[in-house]
């Protein structure tokens, strides 16, 4: 699968895991940075790039991570198309799919530790979208764009 992946310096130790992970998986991952965890940045920044090569159809879903997750999601559920969603742990990122067709995944780099991590990047790789009267609500969602 082609990903995207971004975070701020708070998440910038996870995004290296996740991303190592997700090579090691098989995947071709687009890193938008940033580029060392020392550095502050905005995190605005970095989840509007990811946001913005999913909403684009670059990449079949994206990855972003700060140091809550919250500051990121937020930011990239902006930009039109996006469905992006903070998980704490694998049943949460697995709903994410199957009940709200979520693009991006969200994580908090310094809320949830390496393993839990993957585990949450696994379930959210592994399930798919159920549709069904899913498809209704995800449509209303998206209809507040508009
Ligand atoms: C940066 O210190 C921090 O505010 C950011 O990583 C994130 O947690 C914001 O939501």
Redesign the pocket.
């Given at each position: 699968m082609k990903l995207v992946i971004g975070s701020?310096?708070?998440?910038y130790a996870l995004k290296e895991v996740v991303k190592a992970y997700l090579l090691e998986q098989g995947h071709a991952v687009s890193d938008r940075g940033t580029d060392d965890g020392e550095t502050s940045v905005d995190?605005p920044d970095y989840g509007r790039a990811v946001a913005a090569d999913v909403a684009a159809g670059k990449y079949a879903c994206g990855i972003v991570i700060?140091?809550?997750g919250?500051?990121?999601s937020l930011a990239a559920n902006k930009v039109h198309g996006i469905r992006a969603a903070l998980c704490t742990d694998p049943y949460m990122a697995r709903m994410a799919r199957m009940h709200n067709d979520a693009n991006i995944l969200a994580l908090?780099g310094?809320v949830v530790g390496p393993g839990l991590a993957l585990a949450i990047v696994a379930a959210f790789l592994d399930s798919e979208f159920a549709g069904g009267r899913h498809a209704r609500r995800v449509d209303k969602i998206m209809a507040i764009e508009s």
């Open positions: 701020d310096h708070g998440g995190y700060c140091g809550t919250i500051g990121i908090g310094r």
